[in-house]
């Protein structure tokens, strides 16, 4: 996760085709209005993408809320502890709702929502619930796996929740399969790290670099950002 001093967009980096493709569904759903479900593998930078989603569009002056589904991390959410019963699960999305008030929702691993909070979510995008009487001017997003479509045939999603996403559906491609942007990320997380201990950027060279694209990046942009913080 990007610290709040460092801009989402200079992590963003889209040399090749696949991230070029990420880019422009970006740019085509960043009006802050329906909801945007962005898959991809754990460690592709599925969050990433949203907050450069939230700075593009107009909501960009308003929070950004990044919750994981028990919704426990919300800002405003109190611990709870053991099993959430469905009432407590409604109860923290609404506060998730409203902690982002005005501004971006980011679910993380929308698969594990449970099916009440999926329903609080669903009523909410349209606007409205009418349990609570309340109206929530958020746009929410959501990352998940790209076998989404399988939780969807198991009932572990909604269909009715799905199909609220589905339309906008970014897919963050595995670093094995942009390769010609690992030169320049790993660059700017090696430079970054530098800074951030007092150090001069160490150089890295054409071999290494080569080797470090014969690499298959089971971990994605994730791992290639741990080794540049250990060098």
Wanted: proline share 6%; aromatic share 6%.
């Amino acid at each position: 996760m990007l610290r709040p001093n460092l801009r989402a967009d200079d992590f963003l980096v889209a040399a090749s085709p696949a991230m070029r493709a990420v880019v422009a569904a970006v740019e085509q759903f960043a009006d802050g209005d329906a909801p945007v479900l962005i898959c991809g593998e754990h460690g592709t930078g599925r969050e990433l993408v949203a907050r450069v989603l939230h700075r593009r569009g107009p909501r960009c002056g308003s929070r950004f809320v990044a919750v994981r589904p028990t919704f426990e991390d919300a800002p405003t959410s109190p611990t709870l502890e053991g099993n959430a019963r469905d009432g407590d699960a409604c109860e923290r999305a609404r506060r998730a709702l409203r902690a982002a008030s005005g501004g971006t929702l980011l679910v993380k691993d929308v698969s594990d929502l449970s099916a009440s909070s999926q329903r609080t979510l669903r009523k909410a995008i349209r606007r409205g619930d009418r349990e609570s009487g309340e109206v929530f001017d958020v746009q929410v997003l959501a990352t998940g796996d790209l076998d989404l479509d399988r939780a969807v045939d198991a009932s572990i999603v909604s269909p009715e929740f799905y199909q609220l996403f589905a339309a906008r559906r970014i897919e963050v491609p595995p670093l094995r399969d942009r390769s010609e942007d690992l030169p320049e990320l790993f660059e700017r997380w090696v430079r970054h790290y530098a800074a951030e201990i007092g150090r001069t950027k160490p150089t890295v060279s054409s071999r290494a670099v080569a080797r470090l694209t014969a690499y298959p990046w089971p971990g994605n942009v994730a791992e290639l950002k741990a080794i540049a913080r250990r060098l």
